[in-house]
């Protein structure tokens, strides 16, 4: 292993036993119990397309709990740690910036992941198992792009409200762009652009927020 990723590594650990021990999984297996719950719901009171509708609701509902989650998350981690002067005890460490944001950055990810990784078989009953897939990988993408945003909104900003809602509206805007909306069910290619597109908005956050933590006073 290369003695420059070793670092990246320990941060991206340390950021996942944090969400581990402040109730992440349990909040996943919540959001997996209301999704059940409303597709059970709707499945006695719909008339017809039953298992559409259960399909279409549970995605939804458990897409819009990993967003939340993701978000509330790192910003209230890295929030906490700059509250706490824990950044600042880190910024004072022997490992470069662009070290210490990655290895944040790729560990908030990490927990996108695997909330995909734990929603996806949810959707096994109702949906087949390739369009799980394709849900589950457009999920983590997205959980990716929030995760950079929330990041670098949290440093910039420095606030809880302001945080999060910037990154709330950066990511409705990131939905309302053709592209992304295609990833629900268009052709393979224009899933692909829609994938590249998600990876690029990440790639530019990423970017922006690594500018602007070189910037930051010790």
Same mark, same amino acid.
């Given at each position: 292993?290369?003695?420059?990723?070793?670092?990246?590594?320990?941060?991206?650990?340390?950021?996942?036993?944090?969400?581990?021990?402040?109730?992440? =999984?349990?909040?996943?297996?919540?959001?997996?119990?209301?999704?059940?719950?409303?597709?059970?719901?709707?499945s006695q009171v719909a008339l017809t397309e039953s298992l559409a509708l259960q399909a279409a609701l549970i995605a939804a509902v458990l897409r819009a709990c990993a967003v939340f989650l993701v978000a509330a998350q790192v910003t209230t981690s890295t929030l906490r740690e700059i509250q706490d002067k824990g950044l600042e005890l880190m910024l004072s460490l022997p490992l470069s910036r662009t070290t210490q944001y990655l290895g944040?950055?790729?560990?908030?990810?990490?927990?996108?992941?695997?909330?995909?990784?734990?929603?996806? =078989?949810a959707l096994l009953v109702w949906a087949p198992p390739a369009a799980v897939a394709l849900w589950g990988v457009s999920l983590a993408l997205e959980t990716a792009l929030v995760a950079a945003a929330a990041l670098f909104f949290a440093m910039t900003l420095g606030q809880f409200v302001p945080a999060i809602t910037a990154t709330a509206g950066l990511y409705?805007?990131?939905?309302?762009?053709?592209?992304?909306?295609?990833?629900?069910?268009?052709?393979?290619?224009?899933?692909?652009?829609?994938?590249?597109?998600?990876?690029?908005?990440?790639?530019?956050?990423?970017?922006?927020?690594?500018?602007d933590f070189q910037r930051r006073e010790a």
């Open positions: 292993m290369p003695a420059a990723t070793l670092p990246v590594l320990v941060l991206l650990r340390c950021v996942l036993l944090e969400a581990r021990r402040g109730g992440l =999984p349990w909040l996943a297996l919540g959001s997996i119990a209301i999704g059940v719950a409303l597709a059970a719901f709707v944040r950055l790729a560990g908030f990810m990490a927990c996108g992941v695997l909330l995909a990784l734990v929603f996806a =078989p409705l805007l990131a939905r309302s762009i053709g592209a992304i909306q295609a990833i629900a069910g268009g052709p393979l290619a224009e899933y692909g652009a829609a994938l590249a597109a998600l990876a690029l908005y990440v790639i530019l956050l990423t970017a922006a927020g690594l500018f």
